[in-house]
């Protein structure tokens, strides 16, 4: 079985600043984990994603997360918001034998103020 | 190919009407997912098939849905006699078995409104 849990569901941050959203999982098996952007009424757009290998993952935008085993965590990070950054924010995992199938968070909403 | 694509993008129906949707996934990509996430919810998944076979239904998929993928191209889902409760955003995502990590892609999604 797997869970993600996304601490805060509204981050709101200043245009430059720190961004910082957090999540957490669970899963019984080595998981893949993914961050996905949505804004309103489209779909999820991939943010980056963690499989294998390297920890530290970097992707579009800017963004980029680190992968703790230790800590269970997938924490998205990235060092200086920009307006366009306001959306909503997805965590996922799923297992490597079936990657599309995802057990999704709540979701953060980030907001960017000028 | 530009990537998964769903239609309609809106429905809105009366309740106890059917509706059906569809999903034509990225061309090569053997997998297609449905998924259906409400309102201040993530997505949540409904079922899978890979080629034409439906390989996993969630217990979230009522009798009333049915997913078709009859050649293993697109994907039709259906609901029969809509409840206020199926309004929600549903979304569709394919992906390549064996591009392992790789992940889905996702559509636009088809919002649904029953009134």
């Known amino acids: 079985a797997q869970s993600v849990t996304q601490l805060g569901s509204h981050v709101s941050v200043s245009e430059g600043a720190l961004v910082l959203l957090r999540c957490n999982y669970s899963?019984?098996?080595?998981?893949?984990l993914f961050w996905y952007v949505q804004y309103p009424n489209q779909g999820l757009q991939l943010l980056l994603k963690?499989?294998?290998?390297?920890?530290l993952v970097k992707g579009i935008n800017g963004f980029e997360a680190e992968f703790k085993k230790s800590e269970t965590s997938f924490h998205l990070t990235k060092p200086s918001a920009h307006m366009s950054d306001a959306a909503e924010y997805f965590c996922?995992?799923?297992?490597?034998?079936?990657?599309?199938?995802?057990?999704f968070g709540d979701g953060t909403t980030l907001t960017v103020k000028p | 190919d530009t990537g998964v694509s769903q239609d309609p993008r809106h429905k809105i129906t009366k309740r106890g009407q059917n509706v059906t949707f569809r999903c034509d996934p990225i061309?090569?990509?053997?997998?297609l997912y449905w998924y259906r996430q409400t309102l201040g919810q993530g997505p949540e998944f409904l079922t899978y098939?890979?080629?034409?076979?439906?390989?996993?239904k969630s217990r979230l998929l009522s009798d009333r849905f049915s997913a078709e993928r009859p050649k293993g191209s697109f994907s039709t889902l259906e609901i029969q006699r809509t409840e206020q409760g199926d309004s929600a955003m549903y979304l569709c995502?394919?992906?390549?078995?064996?591009?392992?990590?790789?992940?889905?892609?996702f559509g636009q999604g088809t919002r649904l409104t029953v009134v």
């Open positions: 995502a394919s992906s390549l078995e064996g591009a392992k990590g790789i992940g889905a892609f």
């Open positions: 899963s019984s098996v080595p998981p893949y």
């Open positions: 963690y499989t294998t290998g390297a920890t």
């Open positions: 996922a995992v799923s297992g490597s034998t079936n990657a599309g199938k995802s057990t």
């Open positions: 061309s090569e990509h053997n997998r």
């Open positions: 098939f890979q080629n034409e076979a439906q390989l996993e």
